[in-house]
């Protein structure tokens, strides 16, 4: 079983910052992709930033040039920092990760960590 716990969401300012982190834990061989996603209210979950095990990234349109993702392959953790913090960044953030334990490789998802950008 592998569960994601991630951590660091909070409320800030327009124009702060923010880090994320999510750390995978359990019987992991490795960790494939990896990635954040969020949901608003009223809104769908939609993909913010992924990164997969070459280290590509890839980010929403919205928080390019904003947000940076990483990660830790040792710790099997990713981060994601979040400058410039918009009021339209508020939502429920999401950790999403690809991983190989024994005997399967599945996608897993984390509890959610709020953000909340005030104006």
């Known amino acids: 079983q592998v569960q994601l716990v991630e951590s660091g969401g909070g409320l800030v300012q327009a124009g702060g910052s923010l880090r994320l982190s999510c750390t995978a834990s359990?019987?992991?061989?490795?960790?494939?992709?990896m990635g954040w996603y969020r949901q608003a209210p009223g809104k769908q979950r939609e993909m913010v930033a992924g990164?997969?095990?070459?280290?590509?990234?890839d980010y929403a349109d919205s928080v390019k040039g904003r947000f940076t993702i990483s990660r830790d392959n040792a710790k099997n953790t990713v981060y994601l920092q979040m400058n410039s913090l918009e009021p339209e960044d508020t939502a429920v953030y999401f950790c999403?990760?690809?991983?190989?334990?024994?005997?399967?490789?599945?996608?897993?998802w984390g509890q959610g960590t709020q953000v909340t950008v005030s104006s």
């Open positions: 359990g019987i992991i061989f490795r960790c494939h992709d």
């Open positions: 999403n990760a690809e991983c190989t334990t024994i005997g399967r490789r599945s996608a897993y």
């Open positions: 990164i997969n095990s070459g280290d590509f990234t």
